[in-house]
Each structure stands twice: as structure tokens, then as C-alpha cells.
């Protein structure tokens, strides 16, 4: 029998959405075959990392983490420029972690202040992400999106609880939403079926499936990853073909297996380059299940998962 | 060439006699022919349909065995391209590579770690327990010391590397009992190879220059009668290598393409220098595929996360993995210091338990079976409820350990805490948080 290369058959594609404007804006998705299986059909846009910018200096970070942010990690805006001038971020995450309630719980306004503030200075696309607060999310997100009208923002994470209000400010200032649902395939289409009916349209939105690290549940979101990516590209599920937002820094770093030093565990090895890896071997693993946009923190992570994009879709 | 369950059915006794346990002839065709059944519980088959059937009727990606006793190394026997679908089988080998130019301190270095990097997880140890050889020097007595020396200080399974067949015979003839994998079988050594493998009944390795001379190679394999094979398209690009992997499983899988129906063997390190790229080409392979890894050297930092990955991806989607029912010890408690309860879905006591660690108070964890279901999702069916949880305590033994009487539960089975003050007479019950994240903060406050 004469060998033949076997094909799945396509019958979908994923939407191609613009981020951020202007000369530095990016564009995702656009998919017609599974993850980087580029003998079977296109990947016009490679995936996107943005860097992890926090609006409060983080506490008990490894080491390794905060070492390349030495200086700036009191103040968002050189973080930003750090990210952006030292490590070539093509896009920025802002997390607002100190508007939890049960953390620092800091005013929705001086929080939009510094969504402000970073968006007038920096040129790349700007993700503004909350603390999964339905009442703090909704009033804080509402405030951003005010304050930082036409700017286009990328607003996260919009759940069912709070797509309303979140939305409703979204769409009347031109932000793009990312609908966040817990590890769930069917409470993800529905999701993105009640924004659509709130009137987000379709170019500005995206989705976050909650991810989790190695260790923590990966399987869980790479199955359903695998899941959205089946129903988008092969059942015509039009409801599930948009671009995938993983937010996965933070769900790696905070890991005991990252903080540990190689003195407590010996066996561990260099506590360094192994929250390096965590955090790029589980940025790998979602690629392949179908990420667009990685919310990454450590450049030499980043560097290492930039570089397996380009080996994977080398001419 | 595959046969439909309906050909399949039309060789079988047609007895319906249910001694295959399956009820019906046809049922079981169909499961033959899904590769879900052995033809071999059929105990009346025909010997003409035996012979007929028996390649229809093998699974389309073929087990493969490397070893001997206990520790052997199963791998290949997948039946789907997604998780999901219904689970990976069989977790790839990942094996730690040592040449025959090495030092003496560096053999030995490296069968130390073979043996001491393990990792306790979910009450499962994650290990390695496979070596890969390599004759580098292509000298056979170099290469059959090594053997030996390994051989003597290891009980790991083996694989011998060798594009030279009297050089692999060498090194091969002083572990034959072990019965190693013999990697590799190309185009210009395959005949070599393949009586070797027979002799010894070895698991032998096809290498071949991409995926159309891999498959004649197979062929040649399949007809002397080797089934124990593992196949390598020879690609050493990342692009390429992911792409092989994806054909030679959805062409067994979905073609039912006999000559690449066997389990894969890739080489991270033969496409970088790099060993963190290294670490993060070979977490590639954990997801797509492969069946064996092989490892320029071994690093807890890469290793213990490529292990753990593997662990995630080859955890059956439909039996979630569960931790052991009892008492745990957290930051060094003593009589004083908090009690809390939880369930016994691993991904719940990973995070309750890193989170209590976080706090770094000192803190009692009772994780209760639960069947490895989640707090909200036991606590709906019924097996987290104060009927359950209070006796659980009680008995457990926690009373001899603490002073007090006080008992944290999870926020979300807040509900509870009426019914556990009636269980649990003199007891104090306190809800805890709802996330896992608001656990250090609790415990900060908590006073006993």
C-alpha cells in the first residue's frame, strides 16, 4: 500500500481579530488547521506574547522572577517600558492585583489612573486584567474602559456574572472583551454567544479558558483547548472560532515547585531555570493545544518559547 | 490492509456462543475491528481466520516491550490523536543518554541520577528507569565495557545505539538478557539488524531518511517476524519532527497504516544545543506522541517538570487522579496550630496544600476520599456532607494531635456547618475561604 499522508478534514477557521492600534498593534488567529499543523493548512499569524506588568510591587515572587524587573517593579510604567525597550514585548498585561478585595482592595479610580497612564505612553497593545472580582471586575473595568476610551484596551476576564455591565462599557469604548469561563467548553460558547448578543461584535473578542501550569491541572485546559479548536475548525462551531488568551505567569509562578530552592530539595535542581521551564514548557504545552496570545513574565521564558514559535514554523 | 467489522464478522464461528465475553459474534468484530478486542479470546476461530485476522485484528499502533521483570518499559497501544477522545495509554520512556567516551566519574555520575532523580507525586513515584547507550567510539570492546559497567550498576532498561551491527552485536551479547532496544536499523544494516533482533527476541528501532524509506524498512521488519519495533523518520527539526509525529499516528490510527503502526523514538538533543530548549523540545513530545524520549543528560530542573508533565497529559480524562485519605503535616503544626478539611481530588489538595505552605503557618490538612472529586463537585453528589466529613475526623486521629477544637471547612460547603456542629459535639466549626488564593490570608488571622 502506497503511503499517503493521512488529512483531517477542515471545514472552519478561526476569526482573525486586530489588538491595540496604531503602528504597533497585532494581529491573532485566522487559523485553518490545528496548532502548527502547517501540512495541513495555514497559520497567517503567529501567536503573541504579552508581558506581565503588575500595579503593586509583587510579594513572594521567586527570585528568578523579580531579578529581571530589579528597580522598576514599584512603578507600572517603567516596568512597562522595560518590558517593552529590554525585552522586545510586542504587547503588555497589565494585572490590577491591587484592586482585590481581599489584597490591598485599591480604589477603582486610581487603578484606571495607571491603565491611563500606560496607555498613553506605550505603544503596544495594552491587556488590562482584573482580579476575577465580579463586582470589583465591573467596576473597575468599567472605569478603565471610560478613562481609556479609543484606546483600544483588551479587557479581561469578562464572565457571565459581569459580561453585562463590562461589555455594555467595552463596546461603547471600543475596547476588545476576553470571555473568561472555568475550564469548559459548553460555558465558553455560551459566553461568547451572550456578548454576542449584548452586541460585542465579533472582531473584539477573544477567549480565556482559565489555564493552569505543569502540575496544576494542564491537562484540564489543554483538553478543552483541544475541544474548542475541534468544534472551531472541523463542526463549523462558529461560536467558538475566535482567538485564545492564556494567562499562564501567574498560575506558574506561584507554584511551590517554582519557589523552592535547590538547597531545600536538592533533586529539584537549579530553582532558576526551573521556573524558566514551568513557565515555557507550560506556554508549549497550551501552543500546541491552541493559544494566540501567551500573558508570559520571564524574558528568558519568553525568549526560549519565541524561539520554539519560529523552529515550529520555520520556511 | 485493515478489514471492516462486517468482513471481520464474516470469518468468525458466528456462534454467538458469548465465550469471548462479548455477547455476539458481531459485537465482537466490531470491537476487533476498532482494535478495542483480541482476537485471541476467541477460542474457536479457525486457523485459516486466525491467519486472515490476525493483522486486521492487531492494534493499529502496535505495544512494544523493552526489558525484562517488572520494570519493563510498555509503550505504543494508543488508540486516539486527542486526550479527550478517550485517553494516552501508555507514558513515552525518557531515557538519560551515556556514551562510550565517557570518563569513568561521568558513568557514573549519570547512573547515579538515573537511579536518585524520582519524584513523589499523588502517592505515584516518577521516575525514568530507562538508559540509552551510545557506541560512539565505534570501537566494540569500548562499547562492550560500557555495557557491562552499566549493566552492573543499573537495573534500568536499556537501549543500545549503534549504526554498526557487529559493534551493537558486541555490546548486545553482554546484556542479551535484558533484553534492550536495538537502535538502529537503517537502510544500509537492516538485514544485520533484524537477525539480530530475532535472535535475541530484542525490541529493535527502524531509523529511516523520512517517512516513505521508514516504512519499507518496517515491512522488512514485519516480514522477518519482529513486531517489537519502534520507528524514527530521521527528522531532526522541530517543524519537521512534530510534523512526523502527527502523520505516522493519524496515518496508523486513521489509514490504518500497518508499516508506521508502532510506538516512536525521538532525540530533542540532536536538534539543539541548548538544554533548556532541549528540555522545552522534548515537553513537545510529552503532548504529541512520542514514544520514547532520549535525554543528552538528565537535570532536576527539566526533568522534574518534564515528568510531571507527562503525569498531567497521560492522566485518564475520565478518572481524575485522587490523593490519599488522612492526616497532613503542614509547615511543622503543632497542638495549637489550625485544622483544616478538604477533598481528595489531587488538583485540589495540590492547591489547598500549596497555599497552607504559602501562608507558612504552621497548619493540620485532613483530606478526606472524596473518590477524587472536587469540593463542590463531591459536596453536590453528596460525598462531602456533615454525615460524612464529622465521623471522618472524629475517627481519624487528628484528636490526639491538637488541643482544640476547632475545624475549618471550605467556603463553598459552608452549608455544612450546622449539620458538622451536630456530628461533631464541643467542636467549633469555621468556614473557611472559598479559593484556594485566600487561604494564606485566612490562616494569617486565624487564632486558636
Redesign the interface.
Known sequence: ?A????K?AYSGKIRQIKLGKGDKAVTVGGETAYP????EGEMPNLPKIAMEVYDMPPE?WPEAALEPFAGVTDDPLAWAQKCINDYGAEMICLQLLSTDP??LNRPADEAAQVAKKLCDAIDVPLIVWGTANHDKDTEVLRMVAELCQNKSLILGPVEEADHKKIGAAAIGYKHTVVASTPIDINLAKQLNILLGNLGVSDDLLAMDPTV?S??????YC??VM??MR?AALTQQDAKLQFPIICNIAKETW????AKIT?AED??????K??G???E??SA??LL??GADVLIMRHP?AIK??R??IS????K | ?ALSGIEIFKLLPKTNCGDCGVPTCLAFAMSLAAGKAELSKCPHVSEEAKSKLSEASAPPILPVTIGTGEKTLKIGGETVM???EKRFENPPGIAILISDTMDDAEVKARLEKSK????E?VGLTLNTNLIALKAESGDAAKFTALVNKVKDGSDANLILISDKADVLAAGLKACADRKPLLYAATKGNIDAMAALAKENGCAVAAKGDG??EL?TLTEKLDAAGLKNVVIDSGSR???QA??DQ??IR??AL??K????GYPTIVFPAEMTDNP??E???A??FI??YAGIIVLSDF????????L??RL??Y?D?QRPLATKQGIYEINNPNENSPLMVTSNFS?TY??VS?EI??SKVPSWLYVKDTEGLSVMTSWAAGKFSADIIGPAILKSGITDKIKHKKLIIPGYIAAESGGLEEEMPDWEIMVG?REG??IP?YLKDWKP
Do not use: C, W
Not at chain 1, 503511503?3 to 493521512?6: A, G, M, N, R, S
Not at chain 1, 536538592?266 to 530553582?271: C, E, I, V
Not at chain 2, 536518585?116 to 519524584?119: F, G, P
Open positions: 500500500m503511503f499517503e499522508i493521512p483531517t502548527f499543523y502547517l501540512f513572594e481581599n489584597g493552569s505543569i502540575g496544576y491541572g494542564l491537562e489543554y483538553s483541544e475541544r475541534m506561584k507554584t511551590k515547585e535547590e536538592p533533586k529539584m535542581g537549579d530553582a531555570k526551573r524558566i521551564l514551568l515555557a514548557m508549549t504545552a500546541l493545544a528568558e526560549l518559547v524561539e520554539m523552529d515550529l514554523t520555520a | 490492509m486527542f486526550r479527550h536518585s532523580l524520582e519524584y507525586r517517512l516513505e516504512a527539526t522541530v517543524k512534530l510534523e502527527i502523520i493519524s496515518a486513521n489509514k497504516y500497518r508499516p508506521l533548556m530548549k528540555a522545552l523540545i515537553s513537545m503532548t504529541k537535570q532536576g530542573e527539566s526533568l522534574f517538570p518534564l510531571v508533565e498531567n497529559i492522566t480524562p488538583l495540590f492547591i500549596g505552605e504559602n475561604p488564593a485566600h490570608g
